[in-house]
């Protein structure tokens, strides 16, 4: 099973930052968008950013605009999300995941359905004093 592999995330206090990472080894990422989730146990998984296939558009949902920042390394085929400013209303297991057929920002708030072949395994964020 084709999996993305993820880094980062852990402990910080409110207003720290943490940067979160997605890659993988058994296809070349830069040529897919990713999109990025999170959740909280008992809650509805939450796409919170995405980055276009040719990074020319980025998306991010208002609970993380201006504070989240998606950028891609083509060298290294990562993608890494930029968690700033984070606020106790921020802890969840955040997720990557990626599909060939996956178009940000449209797959990510479009109302068509979206599926994802690839998901990474999850990386827990927890923000307290």
């Known amino acids: 099973q084709v999996q993305l592999d993820q880094a980062g995330g852990g402990l910080v206090q409110p207003g720290g930052s943490l940067r979160l990472s997605c890659s993988t080894f058994q296809f070349d990422l830069n040529y897919y968008a990713v999109a990025w989730f999170r959740q909280v146990p008992g809650k509805v998984r939450e796409g919170i950013s995405c980055?276009?296939?040719?990074?020319?558009?980025?998306f991010y949902t208002d609970s993380v605009k201006g504070r989240f920042n998606l950028s891609r390394d083509k060298g290294n085929k990562t993608i890494y999300l930029q968690m700033n400013s984070l606020k106790p209303e921020d802890p969840a297991v955040y997720y990557c995941a990626s599909d060939f057929f996956f178009r940000c920002p449209d797959g990510l708030i479009g109302s068509r359905e979206q599926t994802y072949d690839y998901w990474g395994q999850g990386t827990q964020v927890t923000v307290s004093s």
């Open positions: 980055i276009s296939r040719d990074d020319k558009s980025t």
